[in-house]
């Protein structure tokens, strides 16, 4: 049964607009489908920077397993762990400490900040998982994913057991 929904899946996806499956450079695409392109890399360009809070557990989880993904390709993605005590939001496009908690962050390889979802898709298609990030992109997704986010981004202190040693600006390592 799994492999009729996978083969479902994959010759679905084979039909998909250009901006859905395409892995080459980025190219105009119809903005009524995919707003999202893929995005490619090449050894001249600079590295996508995921700027993340090192002190969440569901945001480190995440973050292990994108540094897996990229373990054959290492240096494609540098992942900045903004609770570090020398985090300078000025070295990473003016994002300051307390905007990157706020939200995700990534500046991508031609130094555009993306926050939020957008965020997501382009650190996703930085490690391979371009299919994923274009999904979350797309027209019919992108709404409930920009909600869904706002819940979590809201609630991921409180829900991690961090609401109390962040109030003072900074959030601080439990020492129990």
């Not at 893929?38 to 001249?44: A, G, T």
């Not at 300078?88 to 926050?115: F, L, P, T, W």
């Not at 490690?127 to 992109?137: A, E, H, K, N, S």
Request: one cysteine or more; charged letters at 25%.
């Amino acid at each position: 049964m799994f492999s009729r929904v996978r083969t479902c899946l994959v010759s679905g996806l084979t039909r998909f607009p250009s901006c859905v499956t395409s892995r080459a450079t980025v190219r105009a695409t119809p903005a009524a489908f995919c707003r999202h392109q893929h995005r490619s890399f090449s050894s001249e360009s600079e590295t996508v920077k995921v700027l993340y809070d090192g002190l969440c557990p569901i945001c480190v989880t995440e973050i292990r397993f994108l540094q897996f993904l990229q373990r054959n390709e290492p240096g494609k993605v540098d992942f900045i762990d903004i609770s570090q005590p020398g985090y300078d939001g000025a070295k990473y496009k003016d994002v300051s400490y307390e905007m990157a908690m706020d939200q995700m962050h990534v500046i991508d390889e031609k130094g555009e900040v993306h926050r939020g979802v957008p965020a997501f898709a382009v650190m996703y298609s930085a490690v391979g998982l371009g299919w994923l990030g274009r999904f979350m992109m797309c027209p019919p997704v992108r709404p409930f994913m920009d909600k869904s986010y706002a819940i979590f981004a809201k609630n991921r202190l409180k829900w991690t057991g961090r609401g109390d040693e962040c109030t003072s600006g900074r959030c601080e390592r439990k020492t129990n």
